[in-house]
């Protein structure tokens, strides 16, 4: 490089000055400002290797974008081929409403629930899982002052497959689907003692449709989901609900359900977000002995939620959620641990 400097000063000098007046000073000047140019190149040079270092790559990018998705949920994100992941969760919620009794006196009720749900996932392909998830469900209910009621037992097992469609850069909007089916596994609410017990399932099989969406919009990921659930009737019920009240068959109501949320990095280990979740259930339909049908109107809920990501380790990130119900007076807290291994 110096020795080319030199050449061309050499010519400049020969251009410039033909008759060799000053030759000597303003080879120095070009030489020190040769000089000058090359350490400048050089600084611009480094600069723009540091600057390199510090891009986030595309796959940086979506890995950043899966770690804060897995505090909102699983079924945003999809693992690699061949790993097994196994979910830990806690849920609590708390239910209070009001009741006109026989006497015509209105009692309070208090229902609170606690469920340790155990979930396994297995990536059959990198854009396809298979899973499974068992309850174990603990209710209890506080009547009035003086009556309650509690009970403990597996909840409604269900099993799920979701498939990511299209592959997505970051930055585009990533699409994963959902078919999930419920089995009534749990103890009936068709089949207990409503007075002296508590049921954890839904007595029903129940199969959903599930569409979930996201979006890194930099410095944030927007996500959003809407589903739709269809419910089989439970029939050949033969359940007393009063000495002379049976009831023979239920033709319960499909559901809708929508929501959306932001979340956001607040650093490399902590994560925050908030959502919206809006389900819409049509009417049940009653049938019992000697009477005619009986519906019980449509009904809707909306609950909004807050949440934070905790990365623990490398491959596991805690989160915690607490959620409040927008059309009653009821909350709900959970806490969710994932682990996954590559097979």
């Excluded at 999809?78 to 708390?94: E, N, Q, R, V």
């Excluded at 359900?257 to 339909?285: I, M």
């Amino acid at each position: 490089m110096k020795k080319l400097a030199v050449i061309i000063v050499m010519l400049l000098c020969c251009c410039v000055c033909p008759a060799g007046v000053n030759a000597q000073s303003q080879e120095q000047e070009l030489l020190n400002r040769i000089e000058e140019l090359e350490k400048r190149i050089n600084e611009l040079t480094e600069e723009g290797r540091a600057r390199r270092k510090l891009e986030i790559t595309e796959q940086e990018k979506q890995e950043k974008e899966k770690e804060v998705l897995e505090a909102v949920g699983r079924e945003y994100s999809l693992d690699p081929k061949h790993t097994l992941a196994i979910d830990y969760s806690l849920g609590y919620s708390y239910s209070p409403n009001e009741r006109i009794t026989n006497q015509y006196l209105i009692e309070r009720e208090v229902h609170h629930t606690i469920t340790h749900t155990l979930t396994t996932v297995y990536s059959i392909l990198d854009n396809a899982s298979v899973s499974t998830s068992v309850p174990f469900v603990y209710r209890y209910n506080k009547v009035g002052t003086e009556e309650e009621l509690d009970e403990t037992d597996i909840g409604d097992i269900s099993a799920g497959f979701t498939f990511q469609p299209f592959k997505s850069k970051a930055g585009e909007v990533r699409t994963i689907l959902g078919l999930s089916a419920v089995m009534p596994t749990g103890r009936s609410p068709y089949k207990v003692n409503p007075e002296t017990e508590l049921s954890t399932g839904s007595g029903i099989y129940a199969f959903g449709l599930t569409a979930s969406f996201s979006k890194q919009i930099d410095p944030v990921v927007a996500f959003w989901n809407v589903g739709y659930t269809y419910r089989m009737d439970a029939t050949d019920l033969d359940y007393r609900v009063f000495e002379e009240l049976i009831l023979d068959e239920v033709e319960t109501g499909d559901s809708i359900s929508v929501g959306a949320g932001l979340a956001y990095a607040l650093s490399y280990k902590v994560s925050v977000n908030s959502s919206f979740s809006y389900s819409y259930q049509f009417s049940n339909t009653y049938r019992y002995q000697g009477l005619a049908p009986i519906e019980s109107g449509d009904a809707a809920s909306a609950t909004f939620s807050v949440g934070v990501g905790w990365k623990a380790t490398n491959k596991t990130t805690l989160s915690f959620t607490l959620g409040y119900s927008l059309s009653g007076s009821g909350f709900s807290f959970s806490f969710r641990a994932p682990f996954s291994f590559v097979l």
